[in-house]
């Protein structure tokens, strides 16, 4: 039984489907990478899953149960953590307290929750900024409050929206490197959201490729790679024609 | 156990807030048998009754970020309830105040329920015109006094069961204790689930939804609170006036008053509320009883007003947030 | 059923006033998305700058328009430089209690200025006529205030899609940001949208003085008028204020009429509560 199964899922918004016929299964285990140019449908698609929208048609499944039009909270109850691209947390919650309401997801208990906050600090690196305010700090750093306070709801599925933008080079490769050591530590199921292709290559096991609103190719990223519709959606039809003609990939 | 070791640990503050709250409590205990005028302890008495209203509404107000301005539809339902059971079935205070607060409780539930699908200025605006109808339907209601009120009969000799006391202290430290119980609430609370929760909302209400808040339910939770302190409140001074009338419990001013204390001292931390109410209700009385020959009406409310107009313009957090601000720099 | 057809008629032209009442609120919501609770305050100091003038000098209450507008004016655009600027940097409970703060004073300076008392004006072109048209009564302040209130509506509406001001106001309301970019002075736009508000409801206010009584506490009654129209008709929205507006006449008076005067403004409340429970966006809202 396959973690997340999408089947044949359309989401439209006045008429113009965001989302149009999507199906895809992730196994438990897996880290996959979900890429498209601006406007493929790709935000769309994460926001059915983790429930901010309803799709119009169509199933979520996560654990073989139907999460369909769960809302956000509940989908996180049953097990799906995701980080924001860009989170803007105002307010004097310090980054401790904010991964402690992640806890708290879990156990009402004040004295465990502080325990397993700072447990999930020291993963990801945080033990520094305990008492930092979020708004205080520099991007990558804020990228990693996020995902510490995801990890902190004990998500068997992280979906990660865009993990890597606003970071430089050497700060994309930490984070790279910090989600693999997760992978591993947590034993968890990576899905990513990219439209920078040079982030999720290197680190997923198998891609998903969306353009238009719908799924146009799916496979290893060195195949991704050299897929011919995929490069098309991103480089446009002339770059690929250019391409053939010069015969060479 | 551990909720009410949280509850009395106040461990974790700094030392001079710890010095404050016992020169508070210090304060509060011997007030009565170092003064001997009756209008102050009359104003002492109405402070404490603000405090416990403020300690409420910080609550919603202040952790939620939600401007409720109804507070005082909780204190008059109560209030009233209180009052018209001693009235018409002679029941006593003590069996009629559980009765009165689950009645504000209750109230703030169904409201809340359907209320807090709203957001900010929609919310406070729904808040406003439901306390116009509640205070427009009391003004109209002669089952229940209309206009004129419901006075309380008074026994023949001081009764405990109907809280009729001769001397004022007792209500004072009966006030006091309501007090007591709050900030120990409050104290539990800041540090609980759901004032972590409830704080997360207020700060980003998707990303609190992401880590598996309910934050609609959250909210609900927080109002129902804030009826219950509003509750206490409405019971206790139906007993220490003895008489009660829409205009004192049921009108918007009360909820304008109490959300503008909190406000000005601090909206969203422990002691706010309480220098709120030491500040504005002295300010009130004082300068009430001092214009009051003179015919001139409403200086309190506009000199409220500035201040909270000046406050939220140049520091929202109120005086609370000047003095940790002041304190930061050293 | 006979008082159907001039009950709908009155209710209408009371309702191009509460359509001008509401522009006043879109106009500052749409272009900075802050509520003003002010709003029925800036009516209600309108009300009393048309009626201290008027009795003061003695002159006709229509003239003292230009007064209360200019009046208005200058009280919309000094609360936004003196107040509203720095609330926009707060949270949102600093920007809701800050207007708050506002109304509150504004009322209660009113209360000691004036005393709580009801005053109504005696003299006037319009006052106490009225015009019998079959089985139709129509009072004259109502008719004048209805045109004057169409007359208003349009010159606002004219001023802020036909002219360059207009433009630039709108610029603002779209993105700030870009706005500024283009070289708008998006600062001084926020100011006069503020100004623009409050002008309306000066106008509205000197209007209202002809048929209405003065009292320190009017604002909130026109304020939450204007709340329940500017949600009917989309926040934000100049077309559904107009219209929203005539609605509200309608269910103001007609329930006045039908269902008993004490419970005419509870309809507007519920107005209110059913639009943004059900409908949030209003009716011309996106």
């Known amino acids: ?249 | 156990m551990r909720t009410l070791r949280d509850a009395f640990s106040f461990g974790d503050l700094p030392l001079v807030e710890r010095i404050g709250f016992a020169i508070f409590i210090m304060f509060c205990t011997l007030f009565p048998w170092v003064t001997k005028g009756s209008f102050d302890q009359a104003v002492m008495i109405q402070f404490l009754i603000f405090c416990l209203y403020g300690l409420g509404w910080n609550l919603i107000g202040g952790y939620g970020g939600q401007v409720a301005l109804g507070q005082a539809k909780n204190v008059g339902m109560s209030a009233y309830t209180v009052a018209l059971l001693m009235v018409w079935w002679d029941i006593p205070f003590w069996l009629s105040t559980p009765l009165g607060v689950v009645v504000a409780t209750i109230e703030s539930f169904v409201l809340g329920y359907f209320l807090f699908r709203l957001r900010g200025h929609y919310f406070a605006i729904a808040t406003i015109a439901v306390s116009l109808v509640w205070q427009q339907l009391f003004i109209n209601w002669d089952l229940i006094g209309g206009a004129r009120g419901v006075e309380l009969p008074l026994k023949e000799t001081p009764n405990f069961l109907y809280m009729q006391f001769a001397s004022p202290i007792y209500y004072h430290y009966f006030a006091f204790l309501l007090v007591l119980a709050a900030i120990l609430y409050m104290n539990w609370f800041r540090k609980s689930r759901l004032g972590y929760q409830l704080r997360s909302i207020t700060s980003n209400e998707e990303v609190a939804e992401s880590l598996g808040i309910n934050a609609h339910w959250v909210k609900v939770k927080a109002y129902c609170i804030t009826g219950v302190f509003a509750g206490m409140g409405g019971a206790f001074y139906t007993v220490y006036y003895n008489y009660i009338d829409p205009f004192s419990v049921m009108h918007l001013e009360l909820s304008v008053m109490i959300a503008l204390m909190t406000m000005i001292g601090g909206a969203g931390s422990m002691w706010g509320p309480i220098i709120g109410a030491m500040i504005l209700i002295p300010l009130d009385r004082y300068l009430g009883a001092w214009l009051g020959g003179s015919g001139i009406i409403g200086v309190d409310f506009m000199i409220y007003a500035l201040m909270v107009m000046i406050i939220s313009a140049y520091e929202p957090k109120g005086i609370w947030g000047i003095i940790e601000k002041v304190r930061a720099r050293r | 059923m006979e008082m159907l057809v001039p009950t709908i008629i009155s209710a209408l032209l009371m309702g191009m006033l509460f359509a001008l009442v509401a522009l006043g609120l879109a106009i500052i919501f749409g272009v900075m998305n802050i509520v003003n609770f002010a709003h029925g305050e800036f009516l209600m100091v309108g009300m009393y700058t048309a009626f201290l003038t008027a009795t003061v000098f003695s002159i006709e209450p229509l003239l003292t328009l230009p007064i209360a507008a200019m009046v208005g004016f200058l009280l919309g655009i000094a609360s936004y430089y003196f107040l509203v600027r720095y609330l926009l940097k707060g949270p949102m409970l600093a920007q809701l209690l800050g207007t708050f703060g506002l109304m509150i004073f504004l009322r209660y300076l009113a209360m000691c200025i004036f005393g709580p008392d009801y005053k109504t004006l005696e003299q006037g072109v319009l006052i106490g006529k009225s015009i019998k048209w079959g089985s139709v009564v129509l009072s004259y302040p109502r008719l004048g205030t209805a045109v004057l209130s169409l007359i208003a509506f349009g010159i606002i509406y004219w001023l802020i899609n036909r002219t360059r001001l207009g433009k630039a106001l709108q610029a603002t309301a779209l993105d700030v940001e870009a706005a500024s970019y283009m070289g708008i002075d998006t600062e001084r736009m926020r100011g006069l949208a503020w100004g623009l508000g409050g002008a309306t409801m000066g106008i509205a206010g000197a209007l209202l003085t002809n048929f209405y009584y003065v009292f320190p506490t009017i604002g909130i009654l026109f304020c939450m008028i204007a709340f329940a129209t500017v949600a009917l008709g989309g926040f934000g929205s100049i077309k559904g204020a107009f219209i929203a507006g005539l609605i509200m006449g309608l269910i103001i008076d007609l329930g006045g009429t039908y269902i008993g005067p004490h419970h005419k403004f509870a309809l507007v409340y519920l107005t209110y509560f059913l639009v943004v429970v059900f409908r949030p966006q209003g009716l011309f809202g996106w």
């Open chain 1, 1 to 249: 039984m396959p973690l997340l199964e999408i089947i044949d899922l359309t989401k439209d918004f006045g008429g113009v489907a965001a989302n149009n016929h999507i199906s895809l299964e992730i196994e438990r285990g897996e880290i996959i990478g979900l890429i498209g140019p601006n406007g493929a449908g790709k935000t769309t698609l994460f926001n059915c899953i983790v429930g901010y929208h309803k799709p119009n048609q169509g199933a979520i499944r996560f654990k073989g149960k139907d999460i369909t039009g769960l809302k956000p909270f509940q989908t996180n109850r049953e097990g799906i953590g995701r980080t924001f691209q860009i989170m803007s947390i105002s307010g004097d919650l310090t980054v401790l307290e904010n991964v402690m309401v992640g806890s708290f997801c879990k156990t009402s208990d004040r004295r465990t929750a502080r325990q397993e906050a700072s447990e999930i600090m020291n993963l990801t690196g945080l033990e520094q900024d305990a008492e930092a305010r979020l708004t205080e700090l520099p991007v990558a750093t804020q990228k990693r409050v996020g995902l510490a306070m995801a990890l902190a709801t004990k998500p068997e599925l992280l979906m990660l929206d865009e993990v890597a933008s606003g970071l430089n080079p050497r700060e994309t490769e930490e984070m790279v490197a910090l989600l693999k050591n997760i992978y591993v530590v947590k034993g968890l199921t990576l899905f990513l959201t990219e439209h920078v292709m040079e982030v999720v290559m290197p680190i997923s096991q198998r891609i998903i490729v969306l353009d238009g609103g719908q799924k146009i190719a799916e496979g290893r990223p060195q195949d991704i790679a050299n897929n011919e519709r995929v490069i098309r959606a991103y480089l446009g039809e002339k770059y690929a024609k250019g391409r053939r003609d010069r015969g060479s990939i």
